[in-house]
């Protein structure tokens, strides 16, 4: 059972803007660890997408965007387009469990 | 290029055993901490385990501790896992993952190798 918590899915047309929450407590996200971001495109192994809450990796789009705030985290998606159809998971580092890392429940982006 | 290639899938009986390797490339691999990352079917992302550099370290999930050992060679560029007591609910697909940062994170994944328990 994951400690931090995603809507399960979100959809937006071409375009649009998409935002993915990502919902901790005051062990992980709120005790200022950080938090990073990962996508899963069908089929194929996650790929880190935001790293250090806010921090994009080289060849990851502008139109990613990530941040954080108290016991919470957001990951944005501005100009969606249909490649970025995929699943995406937040993760952070857990104070109070012997889990130490951990991830979100996931969040199935659709483009409309 | 960093390039991550699991090994050792298979389908074990539960109370079986099975290594699975993750063999390294395109980075320093002794510079660098590793882990291991499950994800049942259909389901999401579950850490699993971690070692550092040197080998010296290691962290595991309470679902694994006492079952799963994780180690390095660093003169072969190679990672393992070693699971044994394997229980029905680690079916997965197991990724191995180049770790950075610290409280650490995941910047480079393999593509996965399936591990099925079950009778």
């Known amino acids: 059972q994951s400690v931090l918590t995603q809507p399960p899915s979100v959809s937006g047309a071409p375009g649009q803007r998409v935002t993915i929450s990502c919902t901790g407590s005051?062990?992980?996200?709120?005790?200022?660890?950080?938090v990073h971001w990962y996508q899963q495109l069908p089929g194929t192994a996650p790929k880190l997408l935001i790293y250090g809450n806010s921090n994009r990796p080289s060849g990851v789009p502008d139109r990613f965007s990530g941040s954080k705030s108290g016991t919470s985290a957001s990951l944005a998606i501005t100009g969606l387009q249909a490649e970025d159809e995929a699943d995406y998971y937040c993760?952070?580092?857990?104070?109070?469990?012997?889990?130490?890392?951990?991830f979100g429940t996931g969040t199935k982006v659709t483009v409309l | 290029e960093v390039q991550l290639l699991e090994s050792g899938r298979g389908l074990v009986q539960p109370g079986g055993s099975l290594r699975l390797s993750c063999a390294a490339s395109g980075f320093t691999f002794s510079n660098y901490a590793m882990s291991w990352v499950r994800q049942a079917p259909g389901k999401g992302l579950e850490w699993v385990s971690s070692?550092?550099?040197?080998?010296?370290?290691?962290y595991y999930a309470d679902s694994v501790k006492g079952r799963f050992t994780i180690s390095r060679d660093n003169s072969k560029n190679t990672l393992y896992l070693q699971m044994s007591f394997l229980r029905a609910e680690d079916t997965a697909l197991y990724y191995c993952?180049?770790?950075?940062?610290?409280?650490?994170?995941?910047?480079?994944w393999g593509q996965g190798t399936l591990v099925t328990v079950s009778s």
């Open positions: 993952a180049k770790t950075v940062g610290y409280p650490w994170w995941f910047d480079h």
């Open positions: 070692i550092s550099g040197s080998g010296g370290t290691t």
């Open positions: 993760q952070s580092y857990d104070s109070a469990l012997s889990a130490y890392y951990v």
């Open positions: 005051s062990s992980n996200i709120g005790a200022g660890y950080d």
